[in-house]
Each structure stands twice: as structure tokens, then as C-alpha cells.
């Protein structure tokens, strides 16, 4: 079986990975998918599509990840209408159930007719995008870089997508 495994990936961090591992001791592949892809440089979208594939394409090398079992691309959707479904049912490679916790993916999902895997949260209070985006606006570097893999840590720095998302927040409010 093939799993879907859809998310914004804002950054990835740790829960996102422990969520790959987890897939891919269950299904035979996963296709990991990044949406929003046309939105960035925002409070809630820091990282374009682009950079977002690089980090996870890092975190899953440098976590041993099997990529013969991975497929990863962006799709430019975001996951706000019931009918993102149908957008990823024209790019992606063909899918049998679909993994998120998110309630309207899980709906649309469901009402598309696809199975719904709710993946175990691992620690969903410690490893949240939204955490780790204020950590970083604060700029708590050493609390954020603990919440995502270090090969994550390291683009993010290199791209300064921290001091980006400083810059966005102070002319967002």
C-alpha cells in the first residue's frame, strides 16, 4: 500500500520525521506532500517550496531514510478547501490512504474515498511548526533548534530563514 502523507512542513521537525519513520514501518511507500506551495515569506508560510523539500530531503538523509520507498513533491494548493483533494489526485502518483490528523484532509479525504490513517502524535505539545515558528521570532535559537533535526537546523541557518521570519513578523504587526 501506498500512503499520502500531506503537511505544510513549516518547519519540519522531529514529529514530522518520527511520523515518516512510523509510515514507512507500515506501508510500502509513502509520498510525502508539501502543500501551500505558492505561498512563503509569511508568519505562517516562512519557507518556500522549494526549501521545504531541501530540508526534508536532508532530515530524511540524515536520518538513513530508505528513499527507494519515498516519493516527496509540492503541490501549490493549500489544505483550506475540501477540494485540494481533487488537485492532488491530478500530480501526484496514484495513493491508497491518506495520513493527517488534520480534521478538513481527514473529510475531504474520506469523502473522495480514500482510507484515513490518523498517525500517532509524537508529543504534538513539543513538536508543533507553530512552536518552533515563535521560538524563532523570539529568538530562541537554542529551545528551536532541539525541535528539529540538526541537518534542518543547519539549511535554516544557512538560509537565514530565522532572521527571514524576524524581518516578517516585525512588518506583519
Same mark, same amino acid.
Given at each position: 500500500?501506498?500512503?499520502?502523507?500531506?503537511?505544510?512542513?513549516?518547519?519540519?521537525?522531529?514529529?514530522?520525521?518520527?511520523?515518516?519513520?512510523?509510515?514507512? +514501518?507500515?506501508?510500502d511507500? !509513502?509520498?510525502?506532500?508539501?502543500?501551500?506551495?505558492?505561498?512563503?515569506?509569511?508568519?505562517?508560510?516562512?519557507?518556500?517550496?522549494?526549501?521545504?523539500?531541501?530540508?526534508?530531503?536532508?532530515?530524511l538523509?540524515? %536520518?538513513?531514510?530508505?528513499?527507494?520507498?519515498?516519493?516527496? =513533491?509540492?503541490?501549490?494548493?493549500? =489544505?483550506?478547501?475540501?477540494?485540494?483533494i481533487?488537485?492532488?489526485?491530478?500530480?501526484?502518483p /496514484? =495513493?491508497d490512504?491518506v495520513?493527517?490528523?488534520?480534521?478538513?484532509?481527514?473529510?475531504?479525504?474520506?469523502?473522495a474515498?480514500?482510507? !484515513?490513517?490518523?498517525?500517532?502524535?509524537?508529543?504534538? *505539545?513539543? %513538536? +508543533?511548526?507553530?512552536?518552533?515558528?515563535?521560538?524563532?521570532i523570539?529568538?530562541?535559537?537554542?529551545?528551536w /533548534?532541539?525541535?528539529?533535526?540538526?541537518?534542518? %537546523?543547519?539549511?535554516?541557518?544557512?538560509i537565514?530563514? *530565522?532572521?527571514?521570519? /524576524?524581518?516578517?513578523?516585525? +512588518? *506583519? %504587526?
Amino acid at each position: 500500500m501506498r500512503a499520502l502523507f500531506p503537511g505544510r512542513f513549516q518547519p519540519f521537525h522531529l514529529g514530522h520525521l518520527a511520523v515518516v519513520e512510523f509510515l514507512l +514501518s507500515k506501508y510500502d511507500e !509513502v509520498i510525502i506532500l508539501i502543500g501551500s506551495g505558492k505561498d512563503s515569506h509569511t508568519i505562517y508560510n516562512p519557507f518556500t517550496a522549494g526549501e521545504r523539500v531541501e530540508m526534508i530531503r536532508q532530515a530524511l538523509k540524515e %536520518y538513513n531514510a530508505d528513499f527507494k520507498r519515498l516519493i516527496m =513533491f509540492p503541490i501549490m494548493e493549500s =489544505f483550506t478547501s475540501k477540494m485540494w483533494i481533487r488537485a492532488v489526485e491530478q500530480y501526484s502518483p /496514484r =495513493f491508497d490512504v491518506v495520513v493527517s490528523g488534520n480534521p478538513l484532509v481527514i473529510t475531504a479525504s474520506k469523502e473522495a474515498g480514500y482510507l !484515513v490513517d490518523m498517525p500517532p502524535m509524537f508529543n504534538r *505539545d513539543l %513538536y +508543533s511548526a507553530t512552536k518552533i515558528r515563535k521560538l524563532m521570532i523570539e529568538g530562541k535559537e537554542e529551545e528551536w /533548534r532541539e525541535l528539529v533535526p540538526k541537518s534542518v %537546523y543547519s539549511f535554516i541557518k544557512k538560509i537565514k530563514g *530565522d532572521e527571514r521570519l /524576524r524581518e516578517i513578523a516585525r +512588518s *506583519d %504587526y
